[in-house]
């Protein structure tokens, strides 16, 4: 017969506790997590409603779709950086680990994520329903993204606010660790790298090939290449936090 060590059994609940903690601290300022992305979501969709009802105003009847529905996504990038500036001196005051405070604020960016993959998801749906609210303007419906369906849709919408989550996370840890110039090195070597990627394409003639690999791909296909992308930008982003001084 076995016996529960009450030492080892409270060693256990005391990281999740504490990396629940790390939650509750990220969403103590509920405007970088719930109310300003809520705000751009909001004002996104209004500032769509108007270009679609004066565009159907002029007598256009195709369908309208814009890409306001993106605002928020770019939002991560910034509560990503807000997470690691303003909130990871307070982590460190609560004698919190650097391993508690980066999962704790993924769960918290993860959280605030699939709520905004929800209202996505049923903006979509309500589209569809109405006809694009009669006047066939679709703000979170597109096609090419509902392609494989609803779930298929929000699954696409939440892997790109972690993606964008995690680049402004890492990009944060990169600017408290090595300062501006290493901030600034690192994003010329994208640019580089991005250019080069660019001119490489250019001169083997393969944008149509690359095109064709999109179309295939899809929108579920691209999801699934980016989830294990975010996973490799977490681990660097875990790692340059480790080595980052107090």
């Known amino acids: 017969m076995t016996t529960l060590d009450p030492g080892a059994a409270l060693q256990h609940q005391v990281p999740r506790n504490r990396m629940l903690n790390v939650v509750r601290l990220q969403f103590v300022n509920t405007q970088t997590f ?26 256009v009847t195709e369908v309208k779709a814009g890409g ?70 679709y703000f979170a419906y597109l096609d090419w993204v509902w392609a494989s369906g609803p779930f298929a849709a929000a699954l696409t919408y939440f892997t790109a606010t972690m993606f964008f ?14 300062g501006a110039l290493g901030l600034t090195i690192v994003l010329l070597a994208l640019g580089l790298t991005l250019v080069g990627s660019i001119a490489l394409v250019t001169f083997q003639q393969a944008w149509p090939a ?34 980052m001084p107090a």
Do not use: H
């Not at 929800?118 to 309500?126: D, P, R, S």
């Not at 295939?216 to 936090?241: E, K, M």
């Open 34 to 59: 719930i109310w300003v992305p809520a705000l751009v979501l909001g004002g996104s969709w209004v500032l769509s409603m108007m270009i679609f009802w004066i565009i159907g105003g002029a007598g």
């Open 165 to 178: 989550f995690t680049i402004g996370f890492w990009f944060a840890t990169i600017f408290k660790r090595f």
């Open 210 to 243: 690359v095109g064709q690999w999109f179309t295939d791909t899809g929108a579920l296909g691209l999801t699934l290449w980016a989830i294990p992308v975010t996973g490799l930008l977490a681990v660097g982003s875990y790692l340059t936090l480790r080595r």
């Open 68 to 137: 306001g529905s993106q605002a928020p996504l770019w939002y991560f990038l910034a509560i990503g950086i807000q997470a690691m500036t303003m909130t990871f001196p307070f982590s460190q005051a609560m004698s919190l680990t650097r391993r508690e405070f980066f999962l704790g604020s993924l769960a918290a960016a993860a959280v605030s994520g699939l709520g905004m993959s929800l209202v996505f998801v049923l903006l979509g749906l309500f589209e569809q329903a109405t006809g694009g609210y009669g006047i066939n303007g």
